[in-house]
């Protein structure tokens, strides 16, 4: 890991307090599941390839039983 230093506006620190407080998260851990979010594809770019063409042929279709199920198939991308 490196080592970094960010200035942030007053909301962003409550907001980051709020949630850490919360989900008994630190406020690194916080961060770095938000950078990871925005900016790093835990898909490749073969796999979403894969899974256009797939739709494309309606093909590879999954169905959930809920929403939360999709949801957490989702966040396991």
Known sequence: M?????????????????????????????????????????????EIARMAGEAKRGTGIKKFKDSKSFLRYLWNL
């Not at 907001?15 to 594809?41: H, M």
């Open 2 to 46: 490196t080592r970094m230093q960010i200035l942030l506006e007053k909301k962003e620190v409550q907001a980051l307090r709020r949630t850490a407080k919360a989900s008994g998260k630190s406020y690194s851990q916080l961060v770095r599941e938000a950078i990871d979010t925005v900016y790093t594809s835990r898909v490749s770019e073969h």
